[in-house]
């Protein structure tokens, strides 16, 4: 016997759940052993992968800084430099991908920064970092030699260097751009001979509008490096990525872009259109981090567009974490760090023990309230709630290590929230099947009339539900955040769930004995419904009882004329249902 279209059309759309289902598990799977094998970073996409998700700052405890504000100019910090540290740092961390940290001023001149677990160097010192970049024009350059010229050598630490106060260090004729090499005064030439890469030196911090005598970050090379003419304040935008050469195929090398606007996009063409005719190493434009080289590329081209690429040693950490810093801006006063502290999750462990077990008695009564109202229908209810544990699980594992998501107390409290959804989408499907049974149709009919109908309700309320979560997620902040991003999430997969599986359980059930023939345990009995059963899909109208009769001779009474008149016209006598007339 071939298959009805309903049959196909349900067993297609089970078919593409489990395919949706075991994608997901199969990607968990093959991220999680990838990540448990991996000894290197070649597997940057399945880092941290597994199967339990993250937890947030609240049910998993972490890290607490406290950073003291100091003004770069002198002077008190003010409130508005403080609130816009606050803006940036965190930017700074949810680009890490850190997700439900917490950061908060304290007093006047302090912030608080929580974050979930134990962070990494590279994040803290992203934390404290006032990422000031410059870009110098290079003057010279050759290999460091990491030792000073002159003395015995037995000193246990190196020292900064200071030129003797003999040696001339104002240039004998005026420089005419900040490639000029009369900048190179004989106590700068001193300075940078005897520059020691390992020491700390204050020439680091030099004017912007003097020459600079620094190293790169690994203190291999040492510069002497011209004035500041472009400043890392104009770059609108900066990203990390693969480069790609001029046919556009990638180059396997790892590279920063960047997007000056306003008048630094004029400062950087005129200085590329400069040093472009320049020999080496006076080609090389120099970006200077907090005093420190960070790479010196030569010019190849003169950029007139304000768009640029810095390529280099990177690697896709390296080159992620420095397009973040470009792109989040300097902070607009330095930080000392003042306590780094462990913070435990004894209160929220509680709190989440505590809503585990409402949700679990939430999802009882709903159980509870099946059975009593739709009998042997209630197995669809619990299957379906089952099937969409599994995919919101999924769905939250996948995320915790891949844009590194952190399940809060919050969000908990959106997945309690999500199991009323679902039930409310069960609840209006079942009753629009069981309004059709009452006009008279059979179960099959009814199931596919009233999926008709409850689709446009549940569709117009998980709607609702989403526009609301929406706006809570773009309005709200820290934890409000998980409660909105988890309600968003639940009701998406609602709509999978009653789509996929719940209506294409609804039609296979229908063509069972079970079901189909109404049996008084079914949930779907016509006759407990208002119908009266005849046979196999097959119904007559109901009894009309006396009060029913009242109404109908009532309703007859109040006709117009006109009324009545159309009713003779076709053939209606207007009697009751007794014989008699009204």
């Given at each position: ?72 100019e002198g002077g008190s910090v003010t409130s508005q430099q ?62 460091a030699t990491n030792t000073a010229v002159g003395g015995d050598g037995a ?428």
């Amino acid at each position: 016997m071939a298959r009805s279209t309903p049959v196909k059309k349900a067993l297609r759309s089970l078919t593409w759940l489990v395919i949706i289902m075991a994608a997901l598990a199969g990607l968990n799977t093959a991220a999680s052993v990838l990540a448990a094998n991996s000894k290197d970073d070649t597997n940057e996409w399945f880092a941290g992968a597994s199967w339990v998700p993250e937890l947030a700052l609240d049910l998993q405890g972490g890290t607490q800084l406290t950073l003291a504000a100091q003004n770069t100019e002198g002077g008190s910090v003010t409130s508005q430099q403080l609130n816009q540290a606050v803006n940036i740092i965190r930017q700074r961390i949810n680009a890490t991908g850190v997700s439900e940290s917490q950061i908060n001023t304290q007093g006047t001149n302090n912030i608080v920064v929580s974050i979930p677990g134990k962070p990494d160097k590279a994040t803290i010192d992203r934390i404290e970092a006032a990422a000031k970049l410059t870009f110098r024009p290079v003057l010279y350059t050759e290999a460091a030699t990491n030792t000073a010229v002159g003395g015995d050598g037995a000193t246990a630490s190196p020292t900064p260097y200071s030129p003797p106060a003999s040696l001339e260090a104002t240039p004998s004729t005026k420089p005419t751009n900040g490639s000029d090499l009369s900048q190179v005064t004989p106590a700068l030439q001193d300075l940078y001979t005897n520059y020691n890469c390992a020491a700390p030196d204050d020439v680091t911090t030099a004017p912007d509008d003097e020459p600079l005598v620094t190293c790169d970050q690994d203190g291999t090379a040492k510069y002497i490096l011209g004035p500041v003419e472009v400043s890392g304040s104009g770059i609108s935008n900066a990203t990390s990525g693969l480069a790609t050469d001029s046919q556009g195929a990638t180059t396997g090398q790892w590279a920063v872009n960047l997007t000056f606007s306003g008048k630094s996009s004029e400062d950087f063409r005129d200085v590329t259109s400069r040093l472009v005719k320049l020999p080496s190493p006076q080609n090389q434009f120099a970006i200077v981090l907090d005093g420190t080289v960070i790479t010196a590329p030569a010019s190849n081209a003169a950029i007139t567009n304000g768009k640029a690429q810095i390529t280099g040693n990177f690697t896709a950490e390296s080159s992620k974490t420095l397009a973040d810093q470009l792109k989040y801006g300097a902070l607009p006063i330095n930080f000392q760090v003042q306590s780094n502290e462990n913070i435990s999750a004894t209160l929220g462990t509680a709190q989440l023990v505590g809503g585990l077990v409402a949700g679990l008695i939430g999802l009882i009564l709903v159980v509870i309230y099946s059975i009593v109202q739709y009998r042997a229908l209630a197995f669809v209810t619990v299957l379906s709630l089952g099937v969409a544990a599994v995919l919101t699980y999924l769905v939250i594992a996948i995320m915790s290590w891949r844009v590194d998501y952190r399940l809060s107390l919050a969000g908990v409290a959106g997945l309690i929230v999500a199991i009323g959804i679902t039930a409310d989408s069960f609840i209006v499907y079942f009753e629009r099947i069981r309004d059709e049974l009452r006009d008279g149709r059979g179960l099959e009919s009814a199931v596919e009339s009233g999926w008709k109908r409850a689709l446009r309700t549940i569709l117009a309320s998980d709607s609702i539900n989403f526009l609301a979560a929406v706006v809570l997620y773009i309005l709200a902040v820290s934890d409000v955040k998980g409660f909105a991003f988890t309600l968003l999430l639940t009701t998406l997969i609602d709509v999978v769930v009653v789509v996929l599986f719940t209506h294409p359980m609804m039609q296979l059930i229908a063509r069972s004995r079970f079901f189909g023939e109404g049996h008084r345990f079914s949930g779907l009995d016509p006759s407990a419904l208002g119908a009266v059963y005849r046979g196999r899909a097959q119904f007559r109208a109901p009894v009309v009882d006396g009060k029913r009769q009242r109404s109908a001779g009532e309703a007859q009474r109040r006709q117009t004329i006109a009324e009545r008149k159309a009713q003779q016209a076709s053939g209606d006598n207007g009697s009751t249902p007794d014989g008699k007339d009204d």
